[in-house]
C-alpha cells in the first residue's frame, strides 16, 4: 500500500496547495491512502464543515488534527459523526469525536490514529505511550496496516515515542511544528518515521502567520491578533510503500514542494 501523509494545511493557501498537488500525486503516484492534519485549514484555526468537505472532494482520505481542533465552534456539531476527522486520542474520556479511524481502501484495512504530545503544549494530554498502548493492544490484532500522526513540539518526544512503536506500526509522522525536518527514515523494524512533515501553507510566514505580527508579539509581550499569511504556497508531505502482509515500510520520500511564484 502506497500512502500519503501531508502536513498542516494552513488557511486557503495551505487548501489551494492541497488541490494542487493531492490529485494529481494521487494519480501519478499511484497513491492508495491520502492522511492529512488539517487542524488549521479554516482560516489559519481550526475546522469548518465546509473546509472539511473540500478537503474530502480532493482525493484526501483520512485528516488528523490536534491542539487546534476544537477552535471552530461548529466543529462539535459534525465531529462525532464524521470518522475519518480525527483529534488526539490522549485526550479525557467524554471528549467528542474520535483518536482512531480504521478504513478499507485498497487492499487491506489501514489504521489512522491521531494523538498529542505533552513537551510545550498547550493542554494537559494524557500520557501519548500508555494511551497508544491501550489501542494498539486491540488494533495489531485487526489490521495489518497501522499509521500514527503523533501532533507534538519536540523532535525528542518524538524520537522517543518512534522508538517505543517501532515494532508495532507502520508509519509515525510527526505534525505541529510546521517546519519539515529532513530526518526521514525507516526503522530497524520497519517503521518510516519523519519527526516533522512541515507546513502545507503559505511559505513566507511564521509557520503560517503573517511576520510582522510575530515579530511584534516577540517584542513587545503584547497581545497581538494573528493574521494568517497569504502568497506563495508550499506542500510538505511523505510518501511511504508499506508491504500489505507485513505492514512494514518499503520505501520512503520527503517531499517539499513550492508553488510557482
Ligand atoms: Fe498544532
Not at 484495512?109 to 494523538?115: D, E
Not at 496496516?145 to 519536540?154: G, K, P, Q, S, Y
Not at 513566507?204 to 503573517?210: A, E, H, L, R, T
Given at each position: 500500500?502506497?500512502?500519503?501523509?501531508?502536513?498542516?494545511?494552513?488557511?486557503?493557501?495551505?487548501?489551494?496547495?492541497?488541490?494542487?498537488?493531492?490529485?494529481?500525486?494521487?494519480?501519478?503516484?499511484?497513491?492508495?491512502?491520502?492522511v492529512v492534519n488539517g487542524e488549521n485549514a479554516a482560516g489559519g484555526n481550526g475546522l469548518t464543515h465546509e473546509v472539511l468537505d473540500?478537503?474530502?472532494?480532493?482525493?484526501?482520505?483520512?485528516?488528523?488534527?490536534?491542539?487546534?481542533?476544537?477552535d471552530k465552534r461548529e466543529v462539535f456539531e459534525f465531529i462525532d459523526d464524521v470518522p475519518v476527522l480525527l483529534?488526539?486520542?490522549?485526550?479525557p474520556k467524554g471528549t467528542p469525536g474520535h483518536g482512531y479511524v480504521v478504513v478499507s481502501k485498497a487492499s487491506v484495512p489501514v489504521a489512522v490514529i491521531n494523538v498529542a504530545g505533552r513537551a510545550f503544549m498547550p493542554f494537559q494530554y494524557d500520557d501519548p505511550f500508555h494511551a497508544l498502548d491501550q489501542v494498539l493492544a486491540t488494533l495489531k490484532h485487526e489490521v495489518p496496516i497501522i499509521i500514527v500522526?503523533?501532533?507534538?513540539?519536540t523532535t525528542s518526544e518524538k524520537m522517543a515515542l518512534?522508538?517505543?512503536?517501532?515494532?508495532r506500526v507502520s508509519m509515525l509522522v510527526g505534525t505541529h511544528t510546521h517546519v519539515q525536518t529532513a530526518d526521514e527514515?525507516?526503522?530497524?523494524?520497519?517503521?518510516?518515521?519523519?519527526?516533522?512533515?512541515?507546513m502545507t501553507g503559505p511559505r513566507d510566514s511564521v509557520i503560517g502567520v503573517k511576520a510582522p505580527s510575530v515579530i511584534q508579539k516577540?517584542?513587545?509581550?503584547?497581545?497581538?491578533?494573528?493574521?494568517?499569511a497569504v502568497g506563495v504556497?508550499?506542500?510538505?508531505?511523505?510518501?511511504?510503500?508499506?508491504?500489505?502482509?507485513?505492514?512494514?515500510?518499503?520505501?520512503?520520500?520527503?517531499?517539499?514542494?513550492?508553488?510557482e511564484s
Amino acid at each position: 500500500m502506497r500512502v500519503l501523509a501531508v502536513g498542516d494545511v494552513v488557511g486557503k493557501t495551505g487548501r489551494r496547495m492541497i488541490a494542487k498537488w493531492v490529485p494529481q500525486l494521487v494519480d501519478q503516484e499511484a497513491i492508495d491512502l491520502v492522511v492529512v492534519n488539517g487542524e488549521n485549514a479554516a482560516g489559519g484555526n481550526g475546522l469548518t464543515h465546509e473546509v472539511l468537505d473540500e478537503l474530502l472532494s480532493l482525493k484526501v482520505d483520512v485528516l488528523t488534527s490536534g491542539n487546534h481542533i476544537f477552535d471552530k465552534r461548529e466543529v462539535f456539531e459534525f465531529i462525532d459523526d464524521v470518522p475519518v476527522l480525527l483529534r488526539p486520542l490522549n485526550l479525557p474520556k467524554g471528549t467528542p469525536g474520535h483518536g482512531y479511524v480504521v478504513v478499507s481502501k485498497a487492499s487491506v484495512p489501514v489504521a489512522v490514529i491521531n494523538v498529542a504530545g505533552r513537551a510545550f503544549m498547550p493542554f494537559q494530554y494524557d500520557d501519548p505511550f500508555h494511551a497508544l498502548d491501550q489501542v494498539l493492544a486491540t488494533l495489531k490484532h485487526e489490521v495489518p496496516i497501522i499509521i500514527v500522526d503523533f501532533h507534538a513540539e519536540t523532535t525528542s518526544e518524538k524520537m522517543a515515542l518512534a522508538w517505543y512503536l517501532e515494532d508495532r506500526v507502520s508509519m509515525l509522522v510527526g505534525t505541529h511544528t510546521h517546519v519539515q525536518t529532513a530526518d526521514e527514515r525507516i526503522f530497524p523494524q520497519g517503521m518510516a518515521y519523519i519527526s516533522d512533515l512541515g507546513m502545507t501553507g503559505p511559505r513566507d510566514s511564521v509557520i503560517g502567520v503573517k511576520a510582522p505580527s510575530v515579530i511584534q508579539k516577540l517584542r513587545t509581550q503584547m497581545p497581538t491578533r494573528f493574521e494568517t499569511a497569504v502568497g506563495v504556497g508550499q506542500f510538505g508531505a511523505l510518501l511511504v510503500d508499506i508491504n500489505d502482509a507485513s505492514g512494514k515500510a518499503e520505501t520512503i520520500r520527503r517531499i517539499l514542494k513550492y508553488e510557482e511564484s
